[in-house]
């Protein structure tokens, strides 16, 4: 799994924009960061439901692709169930089904007093292509 | 409606961050649009479903603020129809349903050949907060 | 198109408990109906968000095999926009983007007075099963 | 919550014309089941989605009104992750979030073999209103 995290940690571009950190990844699941900081917020001063999403949807990734093969996301619904602005929020993505084609995955954003943030859904769709061949030089 | 489009890009961190531009908004509608460069990229070498999914959320935010008092994404359910690498994504949002409390929105995003790239689908919560006194110093 | 309207209306057997009548299918498209009734309540005396569901359901199915080929719905997002109890509700699919494997569909429930009910947003996967030959002989 | 539970299970009349049973009801969650029969499926011999949906959204109904004040669905999303047509569906929900306005569920539903079905994320809109006093007398 260390390589699927160092694949993605180097290679994903706009979640380090975003001040994401992979933290970890197992068969199916994975875990992530992200410090907030006044470039998170939105026009009201709450963390932007971009930056959550963008968070949960890293950690999605990282764990529907933890098999080796490349997998695309179809489909998600988020649900915010608390306002953040401070402190850190953690992502984690565990497999709730998972077949040749399509698997779904549940995804839990916390806060540093361990409240829900965000509920997230996600479904992918599973490719044949190894991880590691994409985009090979 | 000049007012708010000035607030939300004026004060909007994490979508300046992302390069989303507001570019116009109207009763219970907007648009805005984002010009990929390689920050949007995720590791496989497309544009970040959250890149997406925060062109999306702008544009709803702008659409449900519209109104001028402040409305809280409680919900959305995206999916992805088109991978995009390259170009400009423009995003439509377009209210669907509204209500003294609760608001849905539609936002269509499409590439440079009007293709549909993701379908986005939000509901609000809405305060009786004017949008232009939050966090006025 | 008159063949799927016809092998859906008489098979499905659900819909029909259901009190739904499919109207027309086209190509990518379909519309459906719903003649309200004391079957059809919750416990609260609202039209059961599964009825809805369901009306709007068929309607996808209808849209989504209309092409010929089995297609298997994955994923749905509904909102509910305004309560209903009495009347007939109308449901219109239409298909928003097809691929070899995947397709999504927007569903708008309305009431007699033609304001919208419930929007519901569809993802199917497609097999390459003629539709015909399902359960045939 | 068992007058919650009798409340439902004698007032829901589109649960019960599709065979739905309420088994238990405790705070933010609740357990029911359907018995699969001909009349749950559609036109491909499969559980309809719109049965296994309302099997989920009772579920979701008796978990997000068991505080004993009405709780009204406003957004649900459901990933369909394995087909059915015979033995018994069992949905369980739990309550994810709750907020004076606003509260979010999670419904999984399973098969005989404890497969999981579909998984179901709700959100309803908290009213004040006392749960049995609606329709009284």
Same mark, same amino acid.
């Given at each position: 799994? !260390?390589?699927?995290?160092?694949? @993605?940690? /180097?290679?994903?571009?706009?979640? #380090?924009?975003?001040?994401? %950190?992979?933290?970890?990844?197992?068969? =199916?699941?994975?875990?992530?960061?992200?410090?907030?900081?006044? %470039? $998170?917020?939105?026009?009201? =001063?709450?963390? $932007?439901?971009?930056? @959550?999403?963008?968070?949960?949807?890293?950690?999605? &990734?990282?764990?529907?692709?933890? $098999?080796?093969?490349? &997998?695309?996301?179809?489909?998600? +619904?988020?649900?915010?169930?608390?306002?953040?602005?401070?402190?850190?929020?953690?992502? $984690?993505?565990? %497999?709730?089904?998972?077949?040749?084609?399509?698997? +779904?995955?549940?995804?839990?954003?916390?806060?540093?007093? !361990? !409240?829900?943030?965000?509920?997230?859904?996600?479904?992918?769709? #599973?490719?044949? %292509?190894?991880?590691? /061949?994409?985009?090979?030089?």
């Amino acid at each position: 799994m !260390d390589d699927i995290k160092a694949f @993605i940690s /180097e290679r994903d571009r706009f979640a #380090r924009l975003c001040g994401i %950190e992979l933290l970890e990844v197992g068969p =199916g699941r994975s875990r992530a960061r992200m410090a907030l900081t006044a %470039e $998170h917020l939105n026009g009201v =001063g709450s963390v $932007h439901g971009g930056a @959550i999403f963008t968070l949960a949807d890293l950690a999605f &990734a990282a764990a529907s692709n933890s $098999h080796g093969t490349v &997998a695309v996301a179809i489909n998600v +619904s988020i649900s915010y169930t608390k306002a953040a602005a401070t402190g850190t929020l953690t992502a $984690h993505a565990e %497999e709730v089904a998972r077949h040749p084609k399509l698997a +779904s995955y549940t995804v839990r954003v916390t806060d540093d007093s !361990d !409240d829900l943030v965000a509920i997230f859904q996600g479904m992918v769709y #599973r490719k044949r %292509e190894p991880l590691t /061949e994409v985009g090979a030089g």
